[in-house]
């Protein structure tokens, strides 16, 4: 994503620059890590110019913002999608026409010499509806802007922004077969002007299969254990024993889940005065959809939910009865 956003930026050229599509399940982080790459652009972009827009107009003093960051509205019209960049901005957009909202997009970009746009929950457009369509038009449009594209979304292989392709599990790039000359379209290639455009990454949940999923695992464990701020936090608090693997089982990986059950546990613990968490008090924590509610479910943002796994019984060991006395009863009835 670096790279691509660096060759835009350098790119002096009016041509059309390669978009990235960052694709992943709900909750699994993709925002952050997107936010995290362009923030490290900007920081080096801004100190590559001195903190002043190159490209500024002799006596105007625009606001640099090398990065843009808007989310796509749940029922996406090219207007909204206008408005949301615009909003970006603070630019006033009152009374304006569709063609006139598109001319103002460009200007800002332009204006503000901004490099990369990240478009997040892109997924949200399901091309059922003509309007969703137009914005898919809109943003084909914006990749003659100079500008680099950025587009984060749930399930985008399997969504009709590109056509169904494969993953090669060698070079973890996605495969689009060849367009076939018959069909209805009139413009049987139409379909591939967004793969041809786009890079397509994939951020996969975390495994626990291999010794080097799980080495991935606790280490990502480690990273969160150094930033709570717990009273009695020892060392090894969610990397030690069976926690790895429970915390594992309760998330499926997913970061998303994991922040938030670490979070409610924090909670509990502060409030217990334990000021530190164990798989007891873990169990009582729970995750619910309703602990996201910046995600739109009928997208696919919200990831699934493991459940609570039942608590192992301790079995009580069975008491000695060797030296029981059976009583008077009981020897008269055997004498019987």
Known sequence: MRTRIEDGAFSHKAGTRTGVMVN?????????????AVAAFEDEWLALHQQINPDAMPGTRDLHAPVAYVRCPVKATPISTCQRILDFYGEDYKGMRLEDLVRTVNAAIIDHATKALV??????????????????????EMMSMPVTLILVGVGIPTSALLRDGRRDPVTKQWVFPPVRDRG?????????????????IDLDPF?????EQIAAWTAHLRGLEDCLRLLNDPDGMLTAGDMPEYLFRRTNGVVGLLEKLIQTGCRHAIEAKAEHLTIDLLQRCTVSPTDLP???????????????PASKKRKRPGRNSVFDDAGPAAGIAGSA
């Not at 495994?207 to 010794?211: A, L, R």
């Open 184 to 200: 209805r379209s009139p413009n049987a290639h139409a379909a591939t002007q967004h793969e041809r455009r786009f890079e397509l």
């Open 294 to 308: 910046d995600l739109d479910a009928e997208s696919g943002e919200q990831p699934c939910i493991p459940e609570v």
């Open 207 to 211: 495994g626990y299969d291999t010794p």
């Open 119 to 140: 478009i997040d929950d892109i997924t949200r457009l399901k091309l059922h509806r003509e309007a969703d369509q137009d914005v898919l038009d809109l943003i084909r």
């Open 24 to 36: 992943g399940g709900g909750a699994q982080g993709k925002t952050e890590t997107v936010c995290e």
